[in-house]
């Protein structure tokens, strides 16, 4: 499985774990960048907030969470408001994206072009024009990929004066803390697809349970006692992750599916499997 961001789109592209970087970015018809290579950009006053109308933010977990807690909002709260929860048509997979800008303008767009969320952008929007691919060898290896987006008519940034390297641009943008979460995210994906084959039992029922552990720290948090003083917001994303992953593993052996195949269905309920998602979330 390949994992590619752009601005506005993820998605999921089933390549198989062919090697060759033209044939594993040949679906977005772009050439590989490295760290060292350069490139002319920046925002221009002229075109600004053209590129947040009419696409699709898909937001990933980390996404919502900071945005929620920027507006002073639980993640189901800012959901409700600002998103529309769909699922993976093949995984089942619940995910989220923001509604507005996939009509017109997005939600946060201002007046003057600028966006109203811009400290805590969402990872794919953070990175434009660069793209990024990752992918997960059989043995669990990450392995990541850059590219530089089709330049849009009506962007005038490529215009500029302005050379970065695309290690600058990077970290001019804070972009390596988002794609380590993103990519914690992307491999609980990448296990729940070809280990637990979730696409095969995910279901209404089971997304409602997992979506706390995606976009509602906040209920975890007050069911457990755990302030974010005592267990901070990046760690405790963390700890969700892992203990998500082991829910999903008993989820799916109810199932008959992944290493721990041959339960009942009812192993979920067990006060057990409870207990020790709730000591990961507690003690990491």
Not at 98 to 117: I, N, Q, S, T, Y
Not at 130 to 145: D, L, Q, T
Not at 238 to 260: D, H
Request: hydrophobic fraction near 35%.
């Amino acid at each position: 499985m390949v994992y590619m961001t752009d601005h506005g789109r993820t998605k999921k592209v089933n390549q198989g774990m062919r090697t060759g970087t033209a044939e594993w970015l040949e679906g977005v018809g772009a050439a590989e960048i490295v760290m060292e290579d350069t490139f002319n950009f920046e925002c221009d006053e002229r075109c600004m907030g053209r590129c947040c109308n009419t696409i699709k933010i898909i937001l990933d977990p980390w996404d919502v969470e900071s945005m929620a807690r920027y507006l002073e909002m639980s993640g189901r709260d800012f959901i409700g408001k600002f998103c529309s929860l769909e699922e993976d048509q093949r995984s089942k997979w619940p995910y989220v994206k923001l509604h507005e800008a996939e009509k017109g303008p997005c939600v946060f767009l201002m007046e003057d072009g600028r966006c109203r969320v811009y400290p805590v952008r969402s990872r794919n929007c953070r990175t434009y024009p660069v793209g990024r691919a990752v992918r997960f060898k059989p043995g669990g290896e990450k392995e990541e990929k850059f590219f530089m987006l089709e330049r849009q008519k009506f962007c005038l940034g490529h215009t500029s004066a302005r050379c970065w390297t695309l290690r600058e641009w990077l970290e001019d943008s804070d972009s390596p803390a988002y794609y380590d979460r993103t990519d914690q995210y992307f491999e609980l994906i990448h296990y729940a697809n070809t280990v637990l084959e979730v696409g095969r039992w995910m279901n209404s029922r089971t997304a409602r349970i997992i979506m706390p552990f995606l976009y509602g720290p906040e209920v975890l948090r007050a069911k457990l006692a755990i302030s974010p003083d005592g267990v901070g917001h990046e760690e405790f994303y963390t700890r969700r992750m892992k203990a998500l992953r082991v829910l999903l593993t008993e989820l799916a052996a109810g199932f008959g599916f992944g290493p721990l195949a041959g339960g009942t269905g009812e192993e979920v309920e067990d006060a057990g499997i409870m207990d020790k998602v709730g000591e990961i979330l507690i003690s990491g």
